[in-house]
């Protein structure tokens, strides 16, 4: 198969000036959404831990694809497949630069991160993990990186062992250190924290991790789309993220794997593309990555998570960090002076997640109200309800903030809480 | 606000403050969990018979206000009610909630509980609404586990 060359498919990185500039007004005119009302209010979307929204740009990229160039990869010698093969094959060049990674075989393209965990879970997993060891995962988890290692370590008649955190939402990593013990297998852990915006110090965890020789797999959904991430840095095993929390399309995602740990694990789903030959006696698999993306793949999705790469790298994952940090600083402070109200999650390392109870309110109630003004925050459990026990409430509001959001609408969802109270008083 | 008031009529906050009936029932013949995983509310319900009718009715648990108010406001409704009562008034309810009745008709024998007619106008709080109604149910038909709204 001829993949392009990356210089022409990807393109320079942006240049130092470019990212220096946040005009925040002007990415919003990127995202047709945010030009829609809700209830005849303008949409203030707070709900990008969930989902993010799209820039034009990755819905042109998709509709182009599908207008001019559309067929099936890696196997047609006509125009088309050609033409196909190279934009998908092109996104994963991208992906590779976008998180540093080593090659491009170590790129593979999954649904998810929920399914870059199951990955794992089912190949390295299986091979690896015996009766009587343990993985370790921690309390902040999603349960897409909870659910995974039970039903391993069930089937397997190992044993999950959680590391806890404080009452900040951070880790305790005395506590992490102990239980990497001798039967420790590997250790699966966000990066941040869906429910409580912690950002874990995962360099210094990988550093601990190593040092017992237990192989690391971090969450990265929450952290891809607010700071630069590279893997070769971090020197971590596995980075599973996603496409849609990236203002990529949904149904796409991302398992970055050291080559050598790919290598020796088994296939996990099988059928066309992953294999090199097939008898009836005898199959032999693919090489990296075609080994692990059985079937037609997401071609166009994949194709709009190039673009979105793209977009991020055009404004700068520096400056988006920076952006959202003050916003973050402003939501902290205008939330923390309403009566009543506890930001749940408070970690001195935190990305742009506002997580809140209002006393006497539930969350639930809280949603309603807001949606009234076109306000979008998420209520319940966040898929981490670990985490709400270890908080001991059913559940929180939370506002979580991305690149094109401003302190205008953080303005807006303080005066829809005002209304909360007001209604409820 | 007009919606908002609506939904968040006066009696439902008290009910939803103060919820009535909020008590364990010890050693009820027939109780039930209710659960709704979408928003974490969790509801127990304890009903106890006499001559096939409801002696007495409570509930505990934890949830949003209009789900609270609901299970407050249902215990109030039952006592004395036959099963078939029970179900009519489950029904008429259920039509009130999910808008198969317009508010003001149809909402004959509802009594107080016809305040929740805003709810029609809140398709996702339609689950709140019935969630006690449904461990109630449960709890009658002696299920075992857990309901869950999904």
């Not at chain 1, 990807?10 to 007004?25: E, M, Q, T």
């Not at chain 1, 999950?160 to 992490?176: Q, S, T």
């Not at chain 1, 109630?365 to 309800?385: E, K, M, N, Y």
């Amino acid at each position: 198969m001829n993949v392009s060359g990356e210089s022409s498919v990807v393109g320079a990185r942006p240049s130092p000036a470019k990212k220096l500039s946040f005009d925040v007004l002007r990415i919003r005119q990127d995202f047709p959404i945010l030009k829609r009302k809700i209830r005849g209010k303008p949409l203030v979307y707070l709900d990008n831990a969930a989902s993010s929204q799209k820039p034009k740009a990755v819905i042109d990229a998709i509709t182009r694809l599908y207008s001019e160039d559309y067929a099936n990869v890696h196997r047609g010698v006509h125009e088309l497949s050609q033409r196909s093969t190279e934009a998908y094959e092109g996104a994963r060049l991208k992906v590779r630069r976008f998180i540093n990674a080593g090659s491009e075989r170590e790129i593979i393209f999954v649904r998810g991160a929920t399914e870059a965990v199951n990955l794992v879970a089912q190949t390295h997993g299986r091979v690896q993990v015996r009766a009587g060891d343990e993985v370790l995962i921690t309390t902040m988890e999603h349960h897409s990186n909870i659910v995974p290692w039970q039903i391993l370590c069930e089937e397997k008649g190992a044993h999950l062992r959680v590391a806890p955190i404080n009452d900040r939402g951070e880790l305790i990593l005395d506590e992490l250190e102990k239980l990497l013990g001798p039967k420790t297998r590997l250790l699966a852990l966000a990066h941040v924290s869906n429910a409580l915006g912690t950002i874990n110090p995962v360099r210094e965890i990988i550093r601990m991790a190593h040092q017992r020789d237990v192989p690391v797999l971090l969450d990265g959904a929450q952290a891809v789309p607010h700071m630069a991430i590279d893997v070769r840095e971090l020197d971590v095993d596995f980075y599973a993220f996603s496409s849609h929390k990236m203002f990529g399309p949904s149904g796409v995602g991302v398992l970055y794997g050291k080559e050598a740990l790919l290598e020796a694990m088994p296939p996990y789903q099988s059928g066309g593309d992953m294999i090199s030959s097939v008898s009836f006696e005898k199959t032999t698999y693919n090489r990296l990555p075609y080994k692990f993306e059985a079937g037609t793949p997401n071609i166009a999705d994949v194709v709009g998570l190039g673009t979105a790469i793209d977009y991020l790298d055009g404004i700068g994952m520096e400056a988006i960090g920076a952006y959202e940090h003050e916003l973050l600083d402003y939501g902290t402070q205008a939330l923390s002076e309403i009566p009543g109200l506890e930001l749940v999650g408070t970690a001195r390392e935190k990305a742009a997640v506002l997580s809140f109870t209002l006393e006497g309110v539930h969350p639930h109630d809280v949603g309603t109200i807001l949606d009234q003004d076109g306000i979008a925050v998420r209520t319940g459990h966040h898929c981490a309800q670990p985490v709400m026990d270890r908080f001991g409430i059913p559940a929180t509001a939370r506002a979580s903030l991305a690149l094109y959001n401003t302190k205008a609408e953080l303005d807006l969802l303080v005066a829809g809480i005002h209304k909360v109270i007001e209604v409820f008083r | 606000m007009e919606g908002l008031r609506e939904l968040y009529q006066e009696v439902i906050l008290d009910h939803s403050k103060k919820p009535r009936n909020f008590r364990e029932i010890e050693n009820a013949a027939h109780h039930a969990k209710g659960h709704n995983p979408l928003c974490g509310d969790r509801v127990t319900v304890f009903v106890t018979l006499k001559d096939g009718r409801i002696e007495d009715v409570s509930f505990q648990g934890a949830g949003c206000a209009i789900s609270t108010a609901s299970a407050s406001m249902m215990t109030e409704s039952l006592k004395g009610k036959t099963m078939a009562d029970t179900e009519a008034l489950f029904g008429r309810f259920h039509d009130l909630v999910t808008g198969k009745v317009q508010r003001g008709e149809g909402t004959e024998g509802l009594g107080k509980l016809a305040v929740f007619a805003g709810v029609q106008e809140f398709p996702i709080r339609v689950k709140c609404a019935t969630l006690a109604w449904h461990t109630l149910r449960a709890a009658l038909s002696n299920h075992q586990e857990a309901i869950s709204t999904e």
